[in-house]
């Protein structure tokens, strides 16, 4: 049974220490017992720095080892309160609001834990997308005068896979792409998409690959690029949420070299956006936060 808190007042008064933050990061990382990362052994004892000792090799193991809070200098307490903030505001939160209702001491400080939850939010080894679908690309950045769609200039091209389930709206994927040449395509669809699927798009030579790489391909016939919605409606819809989501929650403050973060926030509450209970959504990204390698810190500069 999934053990979570069902809200705020339940978080705050269960996990106000950080040794219960710990029990509860224990469990999920190891909720079939502790095994030793070094030999495999289950036997250990529990030291009074909080530390695993192995009874066999001796190792010494921390449940924040290997996970986005290794070497975290901010309190596990605050680290959950900012899971449930990120968690219940159903649009999401900025950094500079994150700071001001945790009362963090600097914006540095909640945009970095954002940004270590929002690389979190993709499940390590997650299955692909399968069935039938619709692919397309949507370019993101500011307004620019001159050519909109493929060939833009100065804007991010981000690739969009939606599964159609009998009429409606199944899971997304959403990845930046270095350009929209086959190559490119062809290796981002078998990243995201079974073999064997139906991939809908448009008439976009880059695609013309698929029906060769074991996919069903069906073109769409060409309309004109200002109806995408009757051409591609799933992905067009998606599209369409991203960018009024990045404008309004974010401010359209995206930095170019965090876009894929942003990304994952996205896909995170869309693919979620049927649950009901907050509490679920933050059990799912503390599961998923202690099964995410720990950021490097010089990597993740701000923009």
């Known amino acids: 049974m999934e053990d979570y808190p069902k809200s705020m007042m339940e978080l705050e008064k269960r996990f106000s220490s950080a040794n219960e933050c710990r029990k509860y990061l ?11 990362p070094r030999c495999g052994n289950s036997n250990k004892w529990g030291m009074s720095n909080g530390l695993m000792l ?7 193991q921390s449940v924040l080892a290997g996970t986005i809070f290794q070497n ?41 834990c954002l940004h270590k939850l929002r690389r979190a939010m993709v499940r390590p080894g997650r299955e692909r997308l399968s069935g039938e679908l619709e692919v397309d690309e949507a370019y993101v950045g500011g307004e620019r005068e001159g050519k909109r769609g493929r ?5 991010k091209i981000v690739f969009v ?31 995201y998409i079974e073999s064997g699927s139906i991939v809908r798009t448009d ?19 060409a309309v004109p690029e200002e109806r995408a919605e009757v051409t591609l409606p799933k992905c067009h819809l998606v599209i369409s949420l991203l ?21 994952n926030e996205f896909t995170f509450r869309f693919n ?22 720990p950021n490097d810190r010089s990597k993740i500069v701000q923009h």
């Open 243 to 263: 960018k009024r989501w990045i404008l309004g929650t974010m401010q359209g403050n995206v930095g170019g070299d965090h876009l894929q973060d942003y990304l």
């Open 203 to 221: 008439g976009w030579s880059g695609y013309s690959g698929l029906a060769e790489a074991s996919y069903s391909h069906e073109r769409v016939n």
């Open 161 to 191: 896979a939606v599964e159609c389930k009998k009429g409606a709206i199944g899971r997304i994927r959403l990845a930046c792409i270095p350009d929209v040449s086959g190559a490119t395509l062809e290796q981002t669809v078998a990243a």
């Open 272 to 293: 979620r956006r049927t649950s009901l209970s907050r509490g679920k959504l933050f059990h799912r990204l503390a599961e998923l936060s202690v099964v995410t390698a």
């Open 72 to 112: 975290t200098h901010m309190p596990l307490p605050m680290w959950f309160r900012a899971m449930w903030h990120v968690c219940a505001h159903k649009n999401g939160i900025s950094a500079l609001a994150l700071q001001r209702d945790l009362t963090l001491p600097s914006y540095n400080t909640a945009w970095l």
């Open 54 to 60: 192995c009874k066999v090799c001796r190792h010494q």
């Open 151 to 155: 060939g833009a200039f100065g804007k």
């Open 26 to 36: 224990f469990d999920l990382r190891w909720p079939d017992g502790y095994i030793c």
